[in-house]
């Protein structure tokens, strides 16, 4: 049996909630493990991922993963965050470096996950199940491939239990990472990250930001439906499934899903992997 998980982000309007907890509605039938949700790095929007994993913890009863990010929070903010999460009974986190917001000129008090994971271990012990952040095609920041997976190690050494991965579209490239990280002395998890193509623009926006490789063959496939949004969908919920058939049959027994909010696309692909 494969388990699943899901990423949500934290919803900032009335729309945007109604929007989740429509989602959440639907996807919470397919018994996740567990859900993420997003770090909203910076002043006010702080309070939005608290908010959420409330909501999905008191009123949908879900197991959630709340991130936290190097980015745009103190010691002292992180710790408050820390004791919060353990009182609404969260036991999983995810840690992240996470990206520098526009307008922001520098970190918090932390530059690298690592020294998140340390931090985190030294204000709570073995409290959280902690994630962190892999890179099956390379940090798009890191010198080469190997400096990439040895700070993926350091992470590791500072107490994480397991990694999930950017999203990706070649399981090669994710066989290769695994057989790596494994060669190097890595035995912890690291869940495929998978990212459902439900609007094309939009994904090829996010890729270029975070440096996953859309292959050509699917780019030009989906430049060739233009305006046709349901042959777009049908052909992204077959390329996504068929990567998840792949990467079960290579011995992945949990993916974790990139929802953007939205179930529909998602919900296909795990009714297209059966």
């Given at each position: 049996m494969t388990a699943i998980s899901f990423e949500f982000f934290p919803p900032k309007t009335d729309e945007?909630?109604?929007?989740?907890e429509r989602s959440?509605?639907?996807?919470?039938?397919?018994?996740?493990?567990?859900?993420?949700?997003?770090?909203?790095?910076g002043g006010s929007t702080l309070s939005y991922t608290p908010?959420?994993?409330?909501?999905?913890?008191?009123?949908?009863g879900l197991d959630v993963a709340p991130h936290l990010s190097c980015v745009g929070g103190t010691r002292a903010e992180i710790?408050?965050?820390?004791?919060?999460?353990?009182?609404?009974?969260?036991?999983?986190?995810?840690a992240l470096r996470g990206d520098m917001p526009s307008g922001?000129?520098?970190?918090?008090?932390?530059?690298?996950?690592?020294?998140?994971?340390?931090?985190?271990?030294?204000?709570t012990g073995d409290w959280f199940h902690i994630e962190v952040g892999a890179y099956p095609e390379t940090h798009p920041q890191a010198d080469d491939a190997f400096v990439d997976l040895a700070n993926l190690k350091?992470?590791?050494?500072?107490?994480?239990?397991?990694?999930?991965?950017?999203y990706f579209f070649n399981a090669d490239a994710y066989f290769r990472f695994r057989d790596d990280a494994r060669r190097l002395g890595i035995t912890q998890p690291i869940v495929p990250g998978i990212m459902p193509i439900g609007n094309f623009s939009q994904l090829k926006r996010f890729s270029d930001l975070c440096g996953a490789e859309i292959p050509r063959w699917i780019s030009k496939r989906m430049l060739a439906y233009g305006d046709d949004a349901e042959s777009v969908r049908?052909?992204?919920?077959?390329?996504?499934?068929?990567?998840?058939?792949?990467?079960?049959?290579?011995?992945?027994?949990?993916?974790?899903?990139?929802?953007?909010n939205r179930a529909k696309t998602t919900l296909a692909v795990i009714d297209a992997i059966g």
């Open positions: 945007q909630r109604e929007q989740l959440v509605q639907k996807l919470k039938a397919r018994s996740p493990e567990y859900v993420s949700v997003t770090f909203g790095a908010e959420t994993v409330r909501h999905l913890r008191q009123e949908h710790a408050n965050l820390l004791q919060l999460y353990r009182a609404l009974g969260c036991k999983r986190l995810v922001m000129a520098a970190f918090g008090d932390f530059r690298y996950a690592n020294e998140l994971v340390e931090f985190i271990r030294a204000e350091r992470k590791f050494a500072a107490g994480a239990n397991g990694a999930i991965t950017q049908s052909f992204g919920v077959e390329i996504v499934a068929n990567l998840c058939r792949q990467l079960v049959a290579g011995g992945v027994d949990a993916l974790h899903f990139y929802t953007l």
